[in-house]
């Protein structure tokens, strides 16, 4: 069974619009840039460009390794997905992501992780970023 990620297309397109940005968060029912589980930042203003950070779906993702409760569950196809019942917010998933893709939620104190719905990639008004299909290793 085929399986959804995220990927960043060609980051020297992104002009930092963070509509990506807006858009996550709308879906987790937030106004503005909190709780988006991707992030546009400069690399060092507007003339050196923009860079996206976003979970990568690792096949075998240390953020649930580390995790001590469990709360992060390996997501079939790569990426993991988040139990928050189980989540103490300790920030280990934090400090094991290698790429800084695990989020935060400073008012809830748990992370906000990259699902892959794809929503954010409707709104990239220049292709920036988009849903791809990988298919399983079964």
Request: aromatic residues 4%; charged residues 20%; proline residues 5%.
């Amino acid at each position: 069974m085929p399986s959804r990620r995220l990927a960043v297309v060609d980051v020297d397109r992104c002009v930092g619009c963070q509509l990506c940005m807006f858009a996550c968060s709308r879906r987790h029912g937030v106004g503005g840039l909190e709780n988006s589980a991707i992030l546009v930042r400069s690399v060092g203003g507007v003339e050196r460009g923009f860079t996206v950070v976003v979970c990568r779906a690792c096949l075998d993702p240390q953020c649930a390794r580390v995790c001590p409760e469990e709360a992060l569950k390996p997501r079939e196809g790569g990426g993991v997905v988040l139990e928050p019942s189980l989540c103490t917010g300790c920030g280990l998933c934090r400090e094991a992501c290698v790429i800084g893709a695990v989020m935060w939620d400073d008012e809830a104190n748990k992370p906000v992780i990259c699902i892959h719905c794809g929503y954010c990639a409707q709104y990239c008004p220049h292709g920036v970023i988009s849903i791809e299909v990988r298919e399983s290793a079964s």
